[in-house]
C-alpha cells in the first residue's frame, strides 16, 4: 500500500475528522445468516474460488505509535462496511492490522483485547460468507526491525503464524495473507521468513489458502527486475507448501512510479502491460496469483486502466484467483482511491468493479 505518511506529504487528503465515524457503528452483530449474498463461486485458477473484494484498512494506522491507543491511533473498520461490500457482489476483504498490537512482544501470546477486535470482524464477515484475508502490515518488520535480523529471528514470525493458524486454521474462510510488501531485504531471506511461516501454518494443522508475496513491494511490474537484489521471478520459485494450497500475491497500481500515490495514471493500457509479464511467469511455474491491491482515482484515464487491468484477470483464469482493491475503511476521508461509500452514496470507482465481480 502506498503508506498514509507519503500520502499526507503529498497532499493527498486523509480526513482525520472522520474519526469514530465511517459507514457504521464498530461491532455488533447484525450479519445476514451464512452465505447471504456474498459466497464465492468455483472458477479460480487450481480449483479456488473467485475471489473478489476490497482491503479494509484502519486497523494498521498509528504505525508510530505502537502499540498505541485504539480510538485515537487506530481502530477497525465496521460490520456495516462489511455489510455493504457484501451486498455489492463482493466475496473477500483483506484486513489489514499490526503485528505490534497482536502480539506485543515476541513469542508471547496474543493481546486478548487486541484479538477480540479482530476476531468480531472476521467472525460477522465469514458468518455471512465473505471470506477474510488477515494482512499483518508490517513490511516484514517488527518494531523497525526485519524479519530474519537478531532483533527479529525466523522463528518468532513463524510463532506468529502458529497461533494465527491454530486461532482461525477451523475457518475455511479465513486466508492467510502472510505479509503486507515485504521490502529492502535480500529476496533469499524473505522466502526463508515466507517458508517458515508456511512450515508453521501447515504444522498447526491449518489447510487454509495462504498468500505469499514477493520482495519490493511485491509489485508485479518489478518482478522479473533485479535493481532490488535477486528477482522475485528467480526467488519465489522456491517457496514450499506441504499443501501446495498457494498463490502468489502481487500488487499493482499505475501511477508513474507504481507507487499508487497520484491521480493521474500512465495509460489506459498501463495495467495490462504490467501484468502480462507477471501472469507468464507464474503460467510458466505453474502457481496461482492474486492481486492484493490495486486502485485508482475517479478520472477516465485510471478507470480505464483498472477496467483493462480486471479483464485481463478475468481473462487468464488458470492463473488469477482474485484481487482486492485498495482502500475502503472509516478513517480515509477524501482519499483518492477509497471505496468508501459517502453519505450512502457510491464511489465512481465501483462502476468499474461491479462489471468484474462473481
Given at each position: 500500500?502506498?503508506?498514509?505518511s507519503?500520502?499526507?506529504?503529498?497532499?493527498?487528503?486523509?480526513?482525520?475528522?472522520?474519526?469514530g465515524?465511517?459507514?457504521?457503528?464498530d461491532?455488533?452483530?447484525?450479519?445476514?445468516?451464512?452465505?447471504?449474498g456474498a459466497?464465492?463461486v468455483?472458477?479460480?485458477?487450481?480449483?479456488?474460488?473467485?475471489y473478489?473484494?476490497v482491503?479494509?484498512?484502519?486497523?494498521e494506522?498509528?504505525e508510530?505509535?505502537?502499540?498505541g491507543t485504539?480510538?485515537?491511533?487506530?481502530?477497525?473498520?465496521?460490520?456495516?462496511?462489511v455489510d455493504?461490500?457484501a451486498?455489492t457482489?463482493m466475496n473477500v476483504?483483506?484486513v489489514a492490522?499490526?503485528?505490534?498490537?497482536?502480539?506485543?512482544s515476541l513469542?508471547?501470546?496474543?493481546d486478548?483485547a487486541?484479538?477480540?477486535?479482530?476476531?468480531?470482524?472476521?467472525?460477522h464477515?465469514t458468518?455471512?460468507?465473505?471470506?477474510v484475508?488477515?494482512?499483518p502490515h508490517?513490511?516484514?518488520?517488527?518494531r523497525?526491525?526485519v524479519?530474519?535480523s537478531a532483533a527479529?529471528?525466523?522463528?518468532?514470525?513463524a510463532?506468529l503464524?502458529r497461533?494465527?493458524a491454530?486461532?482461525?486454521g477451523?475457518?475455511?474462510r479465513?486466508?492467510?495473507?502472510?505479509?503486507?510488501?515485504?521490502n529492502?531485504?535480500?529476496?533469499?531471506d524473505?522466502l526463508a521468513?515466507?517458508?517458515?511461516?508456511?512450515?508453521?501454518?501447515?504444522d498447526?494443522g491449518?489447510?487454509?489458502?495462504?498468500l505469499?508475496p514477493?520482495n519490493?513491494w511485491?509489485?508485479?511490474?518489478?518482478w522479473?527486475?533485479d535493481w532490488?537484489?535477486?528477482?522475485?521471478g528467480?526467488?519465489?520459485?522456491g517457496?514450499?507448501?506441504?499443501a501446495?494450497?498457494?498463490?502468489?500475491?502481487?500488487?499493482q497500481?499505475?501511477?508513474?512510479d507504481?507507487s499508487?500515490t497520484?491521480?493521474t495514471?500512465q495509460s489506459a493500457?498501463?495495467?495490462?502491460e504490467?501484468?502480462?509479464p507477471?501472469?507468464?511467469?507464474?503460467?510458466d511455474?505453474g502457481?496461482?496469483?492474486f492481486?492484493?491491491?490495486l486502485?485508482g482515482a475517479a478520472n477516465d484515464?485510471?478507470?480505464q486502466?483498472?477496467?483493462?487491468m480486471?479483464?485481463?484477470?478475468?481473462g487468464?483464469?488458470?492463473?488469477?484467483?482474485?484481487w482486492t482493491w485498495?482502500?475502503?475503511?472509516?478513517?480515509?476521508?477524501?482519499?483518492?482511491y477509497?471505496?468508501?461509500?459517502?453519505g450512502?452514496v457510491?464511489?465512481?470507482q465501483?462502476?468499474?468493479?461491479?462489471?468484474?465481480l462473481?
Amino acid at each position: 500500500m502506498p503508506s498514509r505518511s507519503l500520502v499526507a506529504a503529498l497532499g493527498i487528503v486523509l480526513s482525520t475528522a472522520a474519526c469514530g465515524g465511517g459507514a457504521g457503528g464498530d461491532g455488533g452483530d447484525g450479519g445476514a445468516p451464512p452465505g447471504d449474498g456474498a459466497g464465492a463461486v468455483d472458477g479460480g485458477g487450481g480449483g479456488e474460488p473467485v475471489y473478489r473484494g476490497v482491503n479494509l484498512s484502519s486497523a494498521e494506522w498509528g504505525e508510530g505509535n505502537l502499540p498505541g491507543t485504539y480510538g485515537t491511533d487506530y481502530t477497525y473498520p465496521t460490520t456495516d462496511e462489511v455489510d455493504y461490500f457484501a451486498a455489492t457482489g463482493m466475496n473477500v476483504v483483506r484486513v489489514a492490522f499490526r503485528w505490534e498490537r497482536l502480539q506485543q512482544s515476541l513469542d508471547g501470546a496474543f493481546d486478548a483485547a487486541e484479538l477480540a477486535r479482530l476476531d468480531a470482524l472476521v467472525g460477522h464477515a465469514t458468518g455471512r460468507g465473505v471470506h477474510v484475508v488477515l494482512d499483518p502490515h508490517n513490511y516484514a518488520r517488527y518494531r523497525g526491525d526485519v524479519i530474519g535480523s537478531a532483533a527479529v529471528p525466523r522463528a518468532a514470525y513463524a510463532d506468529l503464524w502458529r497461533r494465527l493458524a491454530e486461532h482461525y486454521g477451523g475457518d475455511p474462510r479465513v486466508i492467510f495473507g502472510l505479509m503486507n510488501e515485504p521490502n529492502t531485504m535480500p529476496t533469499e531471506d524473505w522466502l526463508a521468513a515466507a517458508n517458515a511461516a508456511i512450515a508453521a501454518i501447515r504444522d498447526a494443522g491449518a489447510g487454509n489458502l495462504i498468500l505469499v508475496p514477493g520482495n519490493a513491494w511485491t509489485g508485479a511490474h518489478s518482478w522479473l527486475q533485479d535493481w532490488y537484489g535477486t528477482p522475485n521471478g528467480t526467488v519465489m520459485t522456491g517457496v514450499v507448501d506441504p499443501a501446495d494450497r498457494y498463490a502468489i500475491e502481487v500488487h499493482q497500481y499505475l501511477d508513474g512510479d507504481f507507487s499508487g500515490t497520484s491521480a493521474t495514471y500512465q495509460s489506459a493500457t498501463v495495467g495490462v502491460e504490467q501484468l502480462a509479464p507477471f501472469t507468464a511467469w507464474a503460467r510458466d511455474h505453474g502457481v496461482r496469483a492474486f492481486l492484493g491491491e490495486l486502485g485508482g482515482a475517479a478520472n477516465d484515464t485510471c478507470l480505464q486502466a483498472i477496467d483493462a487491468m480486471l479483464d485481463h484477470v478475468d481473462g487468464n483464469p488458470d492463473v488469477w484467483i482474485g484481487w482486492t482493491w485498495w482502500a475502503a475503511g472509516p478513517w480515509w476521508g477524501d482519499y483518492i482511491y477509497s471505496l468508501e461509500p459517502v453519505g450512502g452514496v457510491d464511489r465512481p470507482q465501483l462502476a468499474v468493479l461491479r462489471e468484474h465481480l462473481p
